[in-house]
């Protein structure tokens, strides 16, 4: 009964709690067990919340059966939030040592909206260090490893989140995205993960990396689920000065058009420079096959050039140390956390020095590094300013790109899962990882990552990329709908229902 209720998806526990089949509670107990069994070996979880969700769980059951209208159509389903979004009161880390045993005194815009939609946290997700990485292993707490084979990487930055939507650890999770790492673990976890347009989703109470970049998102394992979810947690907020106002764009709707009337009629550009060098033979393999099934679904499939994307990178790895330097001033040992070498008689200067030495990992110190150069006087315009040149050249790419089709398509990732240590020591291996999705990032558009089968030479989950132009997220998703249906309907699942790396902990 509780293994069952872990395999079914959000949409479905949603409608199996409105109609009183079961209990939040249950639905949540079950979790939490599943989290109990497994979590030993995946770690995806850096605090699980035990009391606080079945708490909330009883609550949304004590409104079901007072007749309460629902709080919201996902109404006491669980879910796993990223330990960079801030919840009152419930440890947040970043995944960082110099924030260990800090407590935030405010919920995330986007922590209100879960909670107030009826949606029960079952606690933090583990992450690189400040959302800094491809493969969790940047986390000072340890890594988490991908429920298909527990010796590879679950992506990253949030590996934390897509391994627990993998290991049915939960149905929903909260992600964010600044170079990739909401699409990159969904890729290499076979997850959905969806990055909104730019401005789409809160950045309150999300402690920054990149701000020009950070958008959190939606995760889950099926479309519908990332759209429901997507919908709970759209919209403008006055609390964040980047975010649009718009209405929250009618994702599950263009679900179901996908999913009754496919892709016919519809033009899908793929871009000639994502997919060649660099990329795993069995992801390009896997991609073709994704191309083939859009085309027989009646899609007209065109190529489109977008030459500046090489560049991408290198800008990326420019914008994001700057910022990042900067956001990550805050941690000065007298704020938040971590306070080493306080004995009376340090100055303030030493014990800064003292607690961000001993609180930052090496790739958090790099990037901060890096950043302080490229913004120092007589640099600003040779880093910083060209890099900004080249983001501008990449969102004029796209935009001559919609002119041709109305989304794009790629690989999400240029390899399946890697190994646990493979590229940990080789920082430009790793940021290859983001080769195909830093330009979405760059130009501010919306896109995600959906299952699109098993690589062949790796036997590991291959991710399909599509991206919509700004504010476009209706037809990506519709996109994203209409491809899982078709494979859906040749393969019968995209998450298998057993996973052999956890069989013997499964219950
Ligand atoms: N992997 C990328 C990086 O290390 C992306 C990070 C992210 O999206 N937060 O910067």
Same mark, same amino acid.
């Given at each position: 009964?509780?293994?069952?209720?872990?395999?079914?998806?959000?949409?479905?526990?949603?409608?199996?709690?409105?109609?009183?089949?079961?209990?939040?509670?249950?639905?949540?107990?079950?979790?939490?067990?599943?989290?109990?069994?497994?979590?030993?070996?995946?770690?995806?979880f850096l605090h699980v919340s035990d009391e606080l969700a079945?708490a909330q769980?009883?609550e949304?059951?004590?409104?079901?059966?007072?007749?309460?209208?629902?709080a919201s159509?996902?109404?006491?389903?669980?879910l796993a939030l990223k330990d960079i979004v801030v919840q009152k009161g419930v440890p947040t880390t970043a995944g960082s040592?110099i924030l260990e045993g800090w407590l935030p005194p405010y919920d995330a815009t986007i922590t209100r909206k879960l909670l107030d939609a009826g949606i029960v946290i079952l606690g933090k997700t583990?992450m690189?260090?400040f959302a800094?990485?491809?493969?969790?292993?940047?986390?000072?707490?340890?890594?988490?490893?991908?429920?298909?084979?527990?010796?590879?990487?679950? !992506?990253?930055?949030g590996?934390?989140s897509?391994?627990?939507?993998?290991? *049915?650890?939960?149905?929903?999770a909260i992600g964010t995205?600044t170079?990739?790492?909401?699409?990159?673990?969904?890729?290499?976890?076979?997850?959905?993960?969806?990055?909104?347009?730019?401005g789409g989703v809160s950045r309150y109470g999300v402690i920054a990396l990149a701000s020009?970049?950070d958008q959190p998102g939606p995760?889950?394992?099926?479309?519908?689920?990332?759209?429901?979810l997507?919908?709970v947690i759209a919209g403008h907020d006055p609390m964040d000065a980047t975010s649009?106002?718009?209405?929250?764009?009618?994702?599950?709707?263009?679900?179901?058009?996908?999913?009754?009337?496919?892709?016919?009629?519809?033009?899908?550009?793929?871009?000639?420079?994502?997919? !060649?060098?660099?990329?795993?033979?069995?992801?390009?393999?896997?991609?073709?096959?994704?191309?083939?099934?859009?085309?027989?679904?009646?899609?007209?499939?065109?190529?489109?050039?977008?030459?500046? *994307?090489?560049?991408?990178?290198?800008?990326?790895?420019?914008?994001?140390?700057?910022?990042?330097?900067s956001n990550l001033a805050r941690f000065d040992a007298m704020r938040y956390g971590l306070r080493?070498?306080?004995?009376?008689?340090?100055?303030?200067?030493?014990?800064?020095?003292?607690?961000?030495?001993?609180g930052?990992?090496?790739?958090?110190?790099?990037?901060?590094?890096?950043?302080?150069?490229?913004?120092?006087?007589?640099?600003?315009?040779?880093?910083?300013?060209?890099?900004?040149?080249?983001?501008?050249?990449?969102?004029?790419?796209?935009?001559?790109?919609?002119?041709?089709?109305?989304?794009?398509?790629?690989?999400?990732?240029?390899?399946?899962?890697?190994?646990?240590?493979?590229?940990?020591?080789?920082?430009?291996?790793?940021?290859?990882?983001?080769?195909?999705?830093?330009?979405?990032?760059?130009?501010?558009?919306?896109?995600?990552?959906?299952?699109?089968?098993?690589?062949?030479?790796?036997?590991?989950?291959?991710?399909?990329?599509?991206?919509?132009?700004?504010?476009?997220?209706?037809?990506?998703?519709?996109?994203?709908?209409?491809?899982?249906?078709?494979?859906?309907?040749?393969?019968?699942?995209?998450?298998?229902?057993?996973?052999?790396?956890?069989?013997?902990?499964?219950?």
């Amino acid at each position: 009964m509780s293994a069952d209720l872990t395999r079914r998806s959000a949409a479905e526990l949603a409608s199996a709690i409105a109609s009183r089949e079961v209990s939040a509670v249950e639905v949540t107990r079950a979790h939490l067990d599943r989290i109990g069994a497994v979590d030993p070996d995946v770690h995806a979880f850096l605090h699980v919340s035990d009391e606080l969700a079945l708490a909330q769980a009883a609550e949304v059951d004590r409104a079901f059966d007072a007749g309460e209208q629902s709080a919201s159509p996902l109404a006491g389903v669980p879910l796993a939030l990223k330990d960079i979004v801030v919840q009152k009161g419930v440890p947040t880390t970043a995944g960082s040592k110099i924030l260990e045993g800090w407590l935030p005194p405010y919920d995330a815009t986007i922590t209100r909206k879960l909670l107030d939609a009826g949606i029960v946290i079952l606690g933090k997700t583990n992450m690189d260090e400040f959302a800094m990485g491809s493969s969790t292993e940047n986390s000072a707490y340890g890594p988490t490893r991908n429920p298909w084979d527990l010796s590879k990487i679950p !992506g990253g930055s949030g590996g934390g989140s897509s391994a627990a939507l993998a290991a *049915f650890e939960a149905p929903l999770a909260i992600g964010t995205d600044t170079g990739g790492s909401i699409r990159q673990p969904a890729s290499v976890t076979g997850t959905v993960g969806a990055k909104p347009t730019y401005g789409g989703v809160s950045r309150y109470g999300v402690i920054a990396l990149a701000s020009s970049l950070d958008q959190p998102g939606p995760c889950a394992r099926t479309v519908l689920d990332t759209a429901m979810l997507h919908e709970v947690i759209a919209g403008h907020d006055p609390m964040d000065a980047t975010s649009i106002p718009q209405p929250v764009p009618n994702v599950v709707a263009a679900v179901r058009r996908g999913q009754a009337d496919g892709v016919a009629g519809m033009k899908i550009g793929v871009v000639k420079q994502l997919g !060649g060098q660099g990329y795993q033979p069995g992801v390009l393999s896997s991609f073709r096959s994704a191309v083939e099934q859009l085309q027989a679904a009646g899609a007209e499939i065109v190529e489109v050039d977008c030459p500046h *994307f090489e560049y991408g990178l290198a800008a990326y790895y420019l914008i994001l140390p700057s910022e990042c330097s900067s956001n990550l001033a805050r941690f000065d040992a007298m704020r938040y956390g971590l306070r080493i070498g306080d004995d009376g008689t340090a100055s303030a200067e030493q014990v800064m020095s003292l607690t961000r030495g001993a609180g930052f990992g090496a790739e958090v110190k790099r990037r901060i590094i890096l950043g302080t150069y490229a913004l120092s006087a007589g640099y600003y315009d040779a880093y910083y300013g060209s890099a900004q040149k080249v983001r501008t050249l990449i969102r004029q790419d796209f935009e001559k790109a919609y002119q041709q089709a109305d989304v794009l398509i790629s690989p999400a990732s240029p390899t399946t899962a890697f190994g646990i240590g493979e590229k940990v020591d080789d920082p430009m291996a790793m940021y290859l990882n983001d080769l195909a999705t830093i330009p979405g990032s760059l130009a501010g558009i919306p896109a995600m990552s959906v299952p699109s089968g098993i690589a062949a030479d790796t036997g590991l989950p291959v991710g399909l990329q599509i991206m919509g132009p700004a504010l476009g997220e209706e037809r990506m998703y519709r996109v994203a709908a209409a491809f899982e249906a078709g494979y859906l309907a040749e393969h019968g699942t995209t998450v298998p229902q057993q996973i052999p790396a956890l069989e013997g902990t499964a219950r």
